[in-house]
């Protein structure tokens, strides 16, 4: 067995996977609730930043920030910006497509959209209550868009004044909220777009020595907005690129790897996604993972991002594509990453005002409540292979704890885990853990004939 490629917790896992890599008896068994969604057939639709990076090279980050960072597994995307004031509707009509892509979709006049700026006043803004409701959720970490494509910035950047500072608002976003993430022990992270449609000095192609000086220009503008960012708001634990594709950044690798060095420069224990570099190589994880999660476990650290609807990351008032995910739905997303040992990013889209739609609240709080429940499932946990486990049931672990986590209830009190030696199981119920029956140290028995969780419920199990 090859250990190229993996952590030391990793490796330390290796041993209860070769040696007790199991054959679940349930699948030839009739489940009690149907497939609520088709993954495959939604997934699918995945665009985005979605192309493979080289991962040959990869080599495993194994210090304290990473190792937390792997155990996180769940985060909470923001995107918020002036776009949200048009929550997907120009001129009175509505445009599909994401919304945060208004100006390019509509092709909306800089004039135009710049007179957004004097609208945008989130007075209904309270850091405080995002927080404790991400925290609520069971997130461990917060990625927000400090400036997203349309080049707008979030904080009071000393480089532009195309940001917060020039609204009626005025006050920096980022820091009441970065301090509010971090006093409710969560981490923060922040999203920088590359692709910039407002500097001037921006360039999709470089077509001249003219374009390559102003790219120039603008890669110090990056790294001088990157200091500000990494210096002036406390401890920032990952910083999100996004929007490696254009021409003038993803055919020159150079140019990624130089803004990598100087982030890792100003905070040494960063953690960096893939985008950042030109899709040569992975960096510390495979960020590509837009709207959809790999079919098998990637060789690399990684992490998925997900919208609530199907393709809209900024408010949209009137999203007519697919609608909303349910719950369920994101439950078994994040389980699934888990069972593949990684990350999960679920986004919203706040409204213009500051405050949060009632379907993402409402979202947010039933996966919360599971999480309450569940989440040892999810947390500090790996990828646990057993073979032929039917659709719906994952496996994760943590040392010799197993678990399960079935989101199609079999129709059968009894559950055969052939190559198992399990020394004691249960399940996590509201009211607390119930013992299960073990038989010959492989078949649980006397299982409830109802799932106890609506979503999901948790089968814990101990090995030998
Ligand atoms: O174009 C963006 C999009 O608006 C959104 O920010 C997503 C999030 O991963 N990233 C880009 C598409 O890959």
């Known amino acids: 067995m090859k250990h190229k490629g993996l952590s030391p917790r990793q490796r330390s896992a290796h041993w209860i996977r070769a040696a007790l890599i199991a054959t679940a008896l349930l699948a030839q068994m009739p489940v009690r609730s149907p497939a609520q969604t088709n993954l495959t057939a939604d997934l699918a639709k995945s665009k985005g930043d979605g192309k493979a990076s080289d991962a040959t090279d990869w080599v495993p980050r194994t210090d304290p920030a ?5 155990a996180d597994r769940f985060g909470i995307m923001l995107h918020w910006g002036i776009y949200s004031e048009l929550g997907g509707w120009w001129q009175g009509k509505e445009v599909t497509g994401a919304a945060e892509w208004i100006k390019a979709f509509a092709k909306i006049p800089r004039a135009d959209y710049d007179a957004l700026v004097p609208q945008f ?15 609520a959720t069971g997130a461990k970490y917060v990625v927000v868009t400090t400036k997203h494509h ?8 000393r480089c532009t004044d195309y940001s917060v500072a020039s609204t009626p608002y005025k006050s920096d976003l980022l820091r009441p909220l970065a301090d509010a993430v971090r006093a409710e022990g969560l981490d923060m992270g922040f999203y920088y777009s590359i692709i910039d449609w407002h500097h001037p000095d921006y360039r999709a192609a470089i077509k001249s020595p003219d374009d390559a000086e102003a790219y120039a220009h603008y890669l110090e503008y990056m790294k001088n907005q990157i200091k500000e960012l990494l210096t002036e708001f406390g401890p920032i634990t990952t910083l999100w690129f996004d929007g490696r594709w254009d021409p003038s950044y993803k055919t020159r690798p150079e140019i990624g790897r130089d803004l990598e060095a100087y982030c890792r420069s100003l905070s040494p224990g960063l953690v960096l996604g893939d985008r950042v570099r030109a899709y040569d190589s992975i960096a510390d994880y495979n960020s590509g993972f837009e709207r959809k999660l790999p079919q098998s476990q990637p060789a690399t650290d990684w992490e998925a991002c997900m919208t609530m609807t199907e393709n809209s990351w900024g408010y949209h008032r009137t999203w007519s594509g697919d609608g909303w995910k349910t719950p369920q739905y994101f439950c078994e997303l994040l389980t699934r990453c888990a069972a593949m040992s990684g990350n999960f990013l679920i986004n919203l889209g706040p409204k213009p005002d500051g405050t949060i739609r009632d379907e993402e609240l409402t979202r947010l709080q039933d996966i919360g409540e599971w999480m309450k429940i569940n989440g040892a499932a999810i947390y500090g ?27 199609r209830w079999p129709n059968t009190d009894k559950l055969k885990l052939t190559g198992l030696s399990i020394a004691r199981a249960e399940l996590l119920t509201a009211e607390g853990p119930k013992p299960i029956a073990v038989e010959k140290n492989h078949t649980l028995t006397g299982l409830p004939m109802e799932a106890p969780s609506p979503i999901a419920s948790v089968l814990v199990l101990q090995l030998d």
């Open 121 to 135: 006043n989130p007075t209904n803004y309270d850091p405080v209550a995002w927080a404790k409701l991400f925290k």
């Open 150 to 157: 349309d080049g707008f910035c979030l904080w009071n950047s």
């Open 66 to 70: 990473m190792a937390q960072w792997r």
């Open 381 to 407: 946990t790996e990828a646990f292979p057993i073979t032929d486990l039917p659709a719906g049931i994952y496996s994760t672990h943590q040392g010799k704890r197993v678990y399960l986590t079935v989101f």
